[in-house]
């Protein structure tokens, strides 16, 4: 259904201390969210805001999403715990004509990795943002689970479900197929389950250049599992943006990720279990690569864009077999 | 095969045009020109690369395997024996000829690509 965003979010202005919203614009966003950027005008200072969404049901990670409701709780939890966000605002209720969808405050930055890792603007900021890092993760695990109806998910499920997929999909890349059964045989030991943002990578963060993170974003993919989980994700070489040799998203070092985890409150975590979720990660990047070039191959879409997505599966495996040889 | 324009060619050629009009294009069809001119020049190294990096590929497997076929026959036959448990990380010369062959693949899906190192 065609909402009219500019005109459903004017109506809405009394109620986010306004008269009026001006400059309401889409910014460019995923497949099944969509991401506005708005000023509400007549309350005093304008106010600039951002609604975040879900405009089609439909996405190949849907069954992994949370609620809007649950992101907006997840959102304030955070900020209780301490991790920088983007402030709720509001969680959009049916008669706003929105849909299902909060506003938050607008955070500036810049949120494109490839910018993190290159720009001379982050040159001051970036030796620093890996202890940034983990200690922001330290804070986001010390979530209560209850703050939302969160799916937990540990790395033998996370196998699980991947191979499902894999096996769902026809394609047979023996690479990933050893990783696959190598991850299976040595899987960590257990450790305490935390709340994980699920997708906590460059790409998700608002960076400001002077003070480094400044919002972390997209909570979609919020769940409960192995506290390791979110530092590897944050690792996997497919998020560093041609900075391989910056193992922590292109920006800094895995000592400092791990000692700044601990500098928050975080427990120790070796190096090897954040290796063995990175290459997980990496796993379920070639993985999805494969899936999004099934919804070409099915005909499920059409654009340019899915089956070249395919050919991304050899970055996952090319990485894998450095890692299974570096003796994962 | 017919070299008077080569396959290779014609992609160039074509990928050479999409270029060329980038710039009259919206953001949107401006940022799908980009992925099918990266995808014209992937089918143009395959047409370039494939056929060797196959032939070797068929070589390690059928060595690794010790039995003949085809890249498909071997590749599933790898599989299943890796899935079986039969064959694994430890297995002698398996990682360095998965390594050998992901290695041509990525040259031709994504030359400019830099793999994770470790340590």
């Known amino acids: ?328 | 095969m017919i070299e008077h324009p080569r396959a290779d060619e014609l992609v160039e050629a074509v990928a050479g045009w999409v270029e060329s009009i980038r710039p009259q294009l919206n953001p949107r069809d401006a940022f799908l020109s980009r992925v099918a001119v990266n995808a014209l020049n992937a089918v143009k190294r395959e047409l370039v690369q494939g056929p060797a990096a196959e032939a070797a590929a068929v070589a390690r497997l059928s060595g690794l395997l010790g039995m003949e076929g085809d890249l498909k026959t071997l590749n599933a036959e790898l599989c299943a024996r890796l899935r079986s448990g039969e064959m694994g990380v430890s297995t002698p010369g398996l990682l360095a000829a998965l390594k050998a062959g992901i290695e041509d693949q990525i040259a031709i899906d994504q030359p400019s690509y830099v793999s994770v190192k470790v340590r």
Not at chain 1, 12 to 18: D, E, M, R, S, T
């Open chain 1, 1 to 328: 259904m065609e909402v009219d965003i500019p005109a459903a979010l004017n109506a809405l202005a009394p109620k986010l201390g306004g008269t009026a919203v001006e400059k309401a614009q889409r910014l460019t966003g995923g497949a099944s969210m969509e991401t506005w950027a708005f000023t509400v005008v007549g309350g005093g200072e304008p106010r600039p805001l951002i609604l975040r969404r879900r405009s089609t049901p439909m996405d190949p990670e849907a069954s992994r999403s949370v609620t809007m409701a649950s992101e907006a709780a997840l959102i304030q939890a955070a900020g209780h715990a301490g991790a920088p966000v983007a402030p709720l605002v509001r969680l959009c209720e049916p008669d706003d004509g929105l849909g299902e969808g909060h506003i938050t405050g607008f955070v500036a930055g810049e949120t494109l990795g490839r910018k993190i890792v290159s720009d001379p603007r982050f040159d001051a900021v970036r030796p620093h943002l890996a202890r940034q890092c983990g200690q922001v993760l330290a804070r986001i695990h010390t979530i209560p689970a209850g703050v939302a109806p969160l799916a937990t998910a540990d790395a033998s499920g996370e196998l699980d479900r991947y191979e499902a997929i894999y096996r769902t999909s026809g394609a047979e890349r023996p690479i990933l197929e050893m990783a696959l059964q190598h991850m299976r045989r040595n899987l960590p030991p257990p450790m305490p389950n935390v709340v994980l943002h699920g997708d906590f990578r460059n790409g998700n963060m608002m960076f400001d250049p002077e003070r480094g993170v400044a919002a972390v974003l997209d909570w979609e993919l919020a769940h409960v599992g192995d506290p390791a989980e979110d530092l590897g994700w944050l690792c996997v070489n497919s998020w560093r943006f041609g900075r391989a040799d910056r193992p922590v998203g292109g920006f800094g070092e895995y000592q400092d990720l791990l000692e700044g985890y601990m500098e928050a409150g975080g427990v120790e975590i070796p190096l090897s279990r954040v290796l063995f979720w990175q290459a997980l990660g990496s796993l379920k990047w070639g993985i999805m690569c494969l899936m999004m070039y099934s919804s070409y191959a099915t005909g499920a879409t059409n654009s340019v864009e899915r089956p070249m997505i395919g050919r991304r599966v050899s970055e996952t495996e090319i990485d894998l077999v450095n890692l299974l040889e570096a003796g994962l």
